[in-house]
């Protein structure tokens, strides 16, 4: 399947790099979660064909399948560095298929680094970034650190992840934040309270996954989950409150019908709206995937559908929380 959409390109924050307005993230390519990896080589055919048709916006971490997703990103991009921009995630200590906690300590910060740089093939990180922040280590310290990598040549932009707009305003104080990524859908709007008007008064890039609210909004998730589903964990996704949410995404597959589009096409489609400055990020592990996904960026949405969708997925509507509300 071949597609002609063009992906345009955007600022990355204010005093940011040109990138593309969708971002490939490469997490699902391998084993994550007790999940089974992909087959390796779609997934680097996949991230290669991204590359191919615009996307340059890879987004990783260094404990991703225990590296095991930096180095697959790795093969991909070699030979063609400068066709990539490369986004890492650290800190998370992962073990037995756990999330253990975070380790952000500077010394730690330094040795993570140096083994990414060993696994991508690289010589710099494009954006660097603590994957989320707990209060163990000085807010000061962390960013510090990677504000010294910086300096260093190692990294080339900040960026944070996963915290409140009173640590974004910190951490930009600290060193210039180039980007925030934080999950953002229809069914996840928390942020539009502070977060992202910090974000954009501060001029910082939003990069914004979990467009599809871990599949709420696919059209696709019945309700009850097979046993095995990770999604099993959250209490959005739990007995009655599972029913009454998939009940809210009835509105949002019969706008998708009558568009020709898919639910998540359209999900996607509305992150995008939400602003220049915002660049929704999404899973993929095969390049089948790649026309859809591109598509929804071309999907545009009559004010009147705009308020519908707002209406319908006002911030507070769903039922149960998930890892997003910590």
Same mark, same amino acid.
């Given at each position: 399947?071949?597609?002609?959409?063009?992906?345009?390109?955007?600022?990355?924050?204010? #005093?940011?790099?040109?990138? /593309?307005?969708?971002?490939?993230?490469?997490?699902?390519?391998?084993?994550?979660?007790?999940?089974?990896? #992909?087959?390796?080589?779609?997934?680097?055919?996949?991230?290669?064909?991204?590359?191919? /048709?615009?996307? =340059?916006?890879?987004?990783?971490?260094?404990? +991703?399948?225990?590296?095991?997703?930096?180095?697959?990103?790795?093969?991909?991009?070699?030979?063609?560095?400068?066709?990539?921009?490369?986004?890492?995630?650290?800190?998370?200590?992962?073990?037995?298929?756990?999330?253990?906690?975070?380790?952000?300590?500077?010394?730690?910060?330094?040795?993570?680094?140096?083994?990414?740089?060993?696994?991508?093939?690289?010589?710099?990180?494009? @954006? +660097?970034?603590?994957?989320?922040?707990? *209060? /163990?280590?000085?807010?000061?310290?962390?960013?510090?650190?990677?504000?010294?990598?910086?300096?260093?040549?190692?990294?080339?932009?900040?960026?944070?992840?996963?915290?409140?707009?009173?640590?974004?305003?910190?951490? =930009?104080?600290?060193?210039?934040?180039?980007?925030?990524?934080?999950? +953002?859908?229809?069914?996840?709007?928390?942020?539009? /309270?502070?977060?992202?008007?910090?974000?954009?008064? @501060?001029?910082?890039?939003?990069?914004?996954?979990?467009? $599809?609210?871990?599949?709420?909004?696919?059209?696709?998730?019945?309700?009850?989950?097979?046993? =095995?589903?990770?999604?099993?964990?959250?209490?959005?996704?739990?007995?009655?409150?599972?029913?009454?949410?998939?009940?809210?995404?009835?509105?949002?597959?019969?706008?998708?019908?009558?568009?020709?589009? $898919?639910?998540?096409?359209?999900?996607?489609?509305?992150? *995008?709206?939400?602003?220049?400055?915002?660049?929704? @990020?999404?899973?993929?592990?095969?390049?089948?995937?790649?026309?859809? =996904?591109?598509?929804?960026?071309?999907?545009?949405?009559?004010?009147?559908? &705009?308020?519908?969708?707002?209406?319908?997925?006002?911030?507070?509507? &769903?039922?149960?929380?998930?890892?997003?509300?910590?």
């Amino acid at each position: 399947m071949t597609t002609t959409t063009t992906i345009t390109k955007i600022g990355l924050g204010k #005093n940011g790099p040109l990138v /593309s307005k969708l971002g490939l993230g490469c997490m699902r390519m391998s084993p994550v979660w007790g999940s089974k990896g #992909n087959d390796e080589n779609e997934s680097i055919a996949t991230i290669q064909q991204a590359l191919d /048709s615009g996307i =340059n916006f890879l987004n990783t971490g260094d404990f +991703y399948g225990h590296g095991h997703n930096e180095l697959l990103v790795g093969k991909a991009i070699k030979g063609r560095r400068d066709d990539a921009f490369i986004s890492v995630k650290f800190g998370g200590i992962i073990y037995g298929g756990q999330f253990r906690g975070l380790d952000l300590r500077p010394i730690a910060i330094k040795n993570f680094i140096d083994y990414s740089l060993v696994r991508l093939g690289i010589d710099t990180i494009d @954006l +660097y970034q603590p994957c989320r922040l707990d *209060n /163990s280590v000085p807010l000061e310290d962390v960013i510090g650190t990677v504000a010294d990598l910086i300096k260093e040549g190692k990294v080339r932009y900040l960026g944070v992840s996963e915290i409140t707009a009173d640590q974004l305003r910190k951490a =930009n104080s600290v060193h210039p934040v180039t980007a925030l990524e934080i999950g +953002y859908s229809l069914a996840d709007r928390q942020i539009e /309270s502070e977060l992202l008007p910090a974000a954009e008064e @501060l001029g910082i890039g939003v990069v914004a996954f979990a467009n $599809t609210a871990e599949g709420l909004l696919s059209g696709e998730m019945k309700a009850p989950l097979p046993a =095995n589903a990770y999604q099993n964990h959250f209490p959005r996704f739990q007995g009655e409150n599972l029913v009454k949410n998939l009940e809210k995404v009835e509105v949002l597959k019969t706008m998708a019908k009558a568009k020709g589009s $898919t639910p998540t096409q359209l999900a996607i489609a509305w992150v *995008n709206a939400q602003g220049d400055h915002i660049m929704p @990020l999404v899973s993929m592990s095969r390049r089948s995937r790649l026309p859809e =996904n591109m598509q929804a960026m071309e999907i545009r949405f009559t004010p009147e559908e &705009m308020n519908t969708l707002n209406t319908h997925f006002a911030p507070g509507v &769903m039922r149960g929380g998930t890892y997003l509300q910590r």
